[in-house]
């Protein structure tokens, strides 16, 4: 296969790629990208040093490449995961966002990913989050976000906003509500607790558990690949009109007017600084 590096410099100077993915593997600087000539496209969340957490550059890189892999027609599918052993994503990089402190200081900030994950829940083709590792906060609300979460036995998955005093902020209680049974969805997200991949998938949010080389995803996926993409959007198109239908972008938008409120709390705050300093 032959390899291709995009540096970060090359995209940032024409905004957004002009010509669709080609085979190959692409590097910005927070995603990596790899695809495939089967069509499988998978996405790299690359901040291992900071546990693959979010912040402000690759949530403008994420909806850059989301955009440009919707319309690609050489994508069949989408597959998210992060980079390292150690973690999918531990949610919003709070060393950056620390010093948001007001509700309107939050809602800015929580919108503008929770825009992203309506365009990952919506996105054209089928998608899949590879959990390789922990995912927690804002991971498990972007593992919510995919059609498909495939996990690692004995990774740690949890809900855990409420432990910081705030709710989900990305609108990923609203996308988990539409995945899972409500009671089980009210469960995962009112005990804050973390839950091994094992125990995630008998609530049905996990919905494979893979091996230790992540053996086995690609065979969840084949049967998938042996389809034309056309037949896979339509499938596809139909849950997204039901969720447009239904109103989810909305309810996603008042979840997290909601956890702005609370962001701006003391409480929320306190927490923060808590876990920050435990930290160091």
Known sequence: MLFL??????????????????EGEYVYQMIKIEKD??????????????????????????????????????????????AGSEAFCSGGDLSEFQDLHTEEEAFTMLSKMGEILYTLAVFPKPTFALINGSAVGGGCE??????????KSGVKLGFVQGTLGITTGWGGASLLLEKIPEQKALKLLLDAKIHKAEEAKEFGFVDEIVGEGLDGWEKFAEDFLRHETGVLMAYKRLLVHKWEYSGLRGRMDAEIRECSKLWASDEHHAAVDRFLNKKK
């Open 5 to 22: 590096q995009i540096h970060l410099a090359e995209y940032l100077e024409s905004s957004i790629l002009d010509d669709d993915f080609g």
């Open 37 to 82: 000539i089967r069509g499988i496209m998978k996405v790299l969340i690359n901040r291992p040093e900071k546990r693959n957490a979010v912040n402000y550059q690759l949530m403008d890189e994420l909806k850059s490449i989301l955009s440009e892999a919707a319309h690609d027609d050489e994508v069949k599918l989408l597959v998210l995961t992060g």
């Open 142 to 151: 972007i593992a919510t976000a995919c059609d498909f979460r495939l996990a």
